[in-house]
């Protein structure tokens, strides 16, 4: 296993039994907007993340544009986990997201230690949508 995970979604909601709920997750396989450029929202990040030997860690999330420009950095508060845990689970929104062109946008989820964790997600206009002259 990873020792970072990530899923990519609308929403992260925190229940009142301490339980996550994750909300429209977005498909490995791309996402069909009706026209580009839009914005989105609603966009979060899942991250599980084992912290080793219990250490305190700082979690970012970077979001590439498919031309490699920066469009989002954020990061996690501290995360000091207290034993037995060693995985840590939480949400970081990076709402609202605009999306100028269609193509790979390449998420990057790092913990301050260098580890890391990388993920694309495609935006393309469905059949008939409108998309921007290139």
Avoid: W
């Avoid at 966009?43 to 469009?71: M, N, Q, R």
């Avoid at 000091?80 to 998420?107: C, D, H």
């Amino acid at each position: 296993m990873n020792d970072i995970f990530a899923l990519l979604c609308e929403e992260v909601r925190d229940e009142t039994q301490g339980s996550k709920t994750i909300i429209g997750v977005f498909p490995p396989n791309g996402v069909k907007l009706k026209r580009i450029p839009t914005i989105l929202p609603k966009f979060a990040v899942f991250v599980s993340s084992k912290v080793p030997d219990h250490k305190e860690v700082t979690i970012s999330v970077t979001i590439l544009d498919p031309e490699g420009k920066e469009l989002v950095k954020v990061k996690s508060p501290r995360i000091n986990p207290k034993p037995p845990l060693r995985y840590v689970y939480f949400a970081l929104n990076v709402s609202p997201l605009q999306i100028k062109q269609e193509g790979t946008y390449v998420v990057n989820i790092e913990r301050d230690d260098g580890v890391s964790f990388k993920t694309n997600l495609d935006f393309k206009v469905e059949s008939g949508g409108v998309s921007p002259k290139q």
